[in-house]
């Protein structure tokens, strides 16, 4: 997996850092052409040695001030534009992607990052080969397959020995493998002896690829089935399931066959604002309206450019999301994982909505319910005060049968997660109102609003919390509230 003329991998780094290691590091400069080894250098605790990244590099966002050292031929109109454009240069034998050779070598790079699993979603191995074969001092160039889970956390393991971060790596793996073994608890507990839900996970929308490697395998982990492209076998004595084949198109009416349970739409590349737009056209179709899931409201959308399709640490999460999802498990799936849920009447009559600005869509992360529905009805009211009287952190909305967050357990979180859940008591504080448009909830009663953190809000590490005084009951309540929680003991 390393090339590179005689170069070979860095020694492992010691768990005593001594001034020699100190000084190697100093030494060591990583280019990433590749976001799921961006992650993962992330992820170890090398975030510091990187000095240029991929232009599909975006996350954390403490690396986007780094040098873009590659581009992409074609740019996104639409699916199907997409997919004939990639169809035609591939036929013709030419690249999809361009390395700015010039710039690389100008940053004298030890050591690059980079794939050969598939020669479309990034810049690949005989590219990153090519661009730096005239160069006076080849950097290693450690190239990252992953088919499955397993392999993934073997790929941080290699990065991390690389990198000479062999300690950080393996902690960081122990981590993931404690979330990893957590999932797969959940489900044993909620097994009741029926058949596994038929997952259709939808990677491209015109025409409609399937997933494939290893998400049929995270789906069944979680307690589901992925019957259009299952894993090939399980791993011998260990609950992980086997890499299935590539991502393939099939035709429609394959899918209509299938009759899945639970639909995932989570398009290889796309964020979710293109994931909506290009899902639209798909859900005015005959075909799909006319699918069970889609019917029952069992229709998700995944953020694709960020979640899943990117061979990382956050498939962890990405795990999480579905033994939460396929188990009746909401508390399971992370606050931040970016997915929400359509029903079928929201896509079908496109109707306006107070909560969403016009825009269809169902439950979200957190398991909360926004739909295309008029305010509250009297009934849903009834139901909702029940819970609340009898301390119930949910209940059913009785019009679409899903299960709605109530304010209590909103509470227990300590801060508006960003999904504009229903009852959100913290003024839909941390909603991104430029994706979302503007604020529906407010704030009832004085209370402490905490803002989201990590680096997506503070690059730098450096977060400031502003006490604006006012000498009322709210400026006390939260100089209280800041005494009894220190920011240097704040997540």
Request: proline fraction near 7%.
């Amino acid at each position: 997996r390393v090339r590179g003329g005689d170069h070979q991998l860095m020694p492992r780094t010691q768990s005593s850092r001594s001034l020699s290691t100190i000084l190697y590091w100093s030494k060591m400069r990583v280019v990433s052409f590749l976001p799921s080894a961006t992650e993962i250098m992330c992820a170890v605790g090398g975030g510091g040695l990187m000095v240029g990244r991929s232009h599909e590099c975006d996350f954390p966002a403490a690396i986007t001030h780094l040098p873009t050292l590659t581009g992409q031929v074609h740019a996104f109109e639409s699916s199907r534009q997409m997919n004939d454009a990639v169809s035609a240069s591939l036929a013709a034998g030419k690249g999809l992607y361009t390395i700015d050779s010039a710039a690389v070598e100008a940053l004298r790079p030890k050591l690059i990052l980079t794939q050969s699993l598939c020669n479309v979603c990034s810049v690949d191995l005989g590219i990153v080969e090519r661009a730096v074969a005239g160069m006076e001092e080849p950097p290693q160039i450690l190239s990252l397959n992953p088919n499955s889970l397993r392999d993934i956390l073997d790929d941080m393991l290699a990065v991390g020995e690389a990198a000479g971060l062999s300690a950080e790596a393996a902690r960081e793996v122990a981590s993931l493998e404690r979330r990893i073994q957590a999932c797969l608890d959940a489900v044993k507990a909620n097994r009741n002896g029926g058949p596994p839900k038929k997952v259709a996970f939808v990677e491209w929308l015109d025409p409609i690829f399937v997933g494939g490697h290893w998400t049929p395998a995270l789906i069944e982990m979680a307690g589901g089935c992925h019957p259009l492209n299952p894993p090939t076998a399980h791993a011998s004595g260990a609950e992980e399931a086997a890499a299935a084949g590539k991502s393939f198109a099939v035709p429609t009416q394959q899918l209509v066959d299938m009759d899945p349970d639970i639909i995932i739409v989570c398009p290889c590349g796309l964020d979710m604002k293109a994931t909506m737009k290009e899902a639209s056209a798909v859900f005015r179709s005959d075909w799909w309206l006319g699918l069970r899931a889609v019917q029952a409201g069992e229709v998700v959308l995944v953020d694709g450019n960020q979640m899943f399709n990117r061979p990382g640490p956050r498939l962890v999460d990405g795990l999480e999301f579905l033994t939460g999802l396929l188990n009746n498990a909401p508390e399971l799936i992370p606050s931040t994982f970016p997915w929400q849920k359509w029903t079928a009447e929201a896509v079908e009559a496109q109707l306006p909505s107070q909560i969403s600005n016009g825009r269809p869509e169902g439950e979200e992360a957190g398991g909360d319910i926004l739909t295309c529905y008029p305010p509250l009805s009297a009934d849903i009211e009834d139901v909702y005060q029940v819970a609340v009287e009898s301390g119930a952190s949910t209940y059913i909305d009785p019009s679409t049968g899903y299960s709605v967050l109530t304010e209590k357990h909103l509470r227990g979180r300590g801060h508006c997660c960003g999904n504009r859940c229903r009852h959100c008591p913290y003024g839909h504080y941390n909603v991104d109102t430029s994706l979302w448009g503007p604020r529906r909830n407010r704030v009832i009663t004085p209370m402490h609003l905490d803002p989201m953190r990590g680096p997506a809000v503070s690059p730098d590490g450096q977060e400031v919390t502003l006490l604006v005084w006012t000498g009322g009951l709210e400026s006390h309540l939260a100089l209280q509230t800041l005494r009894v929680e220190p920011l240097s003991h704040r997540s």
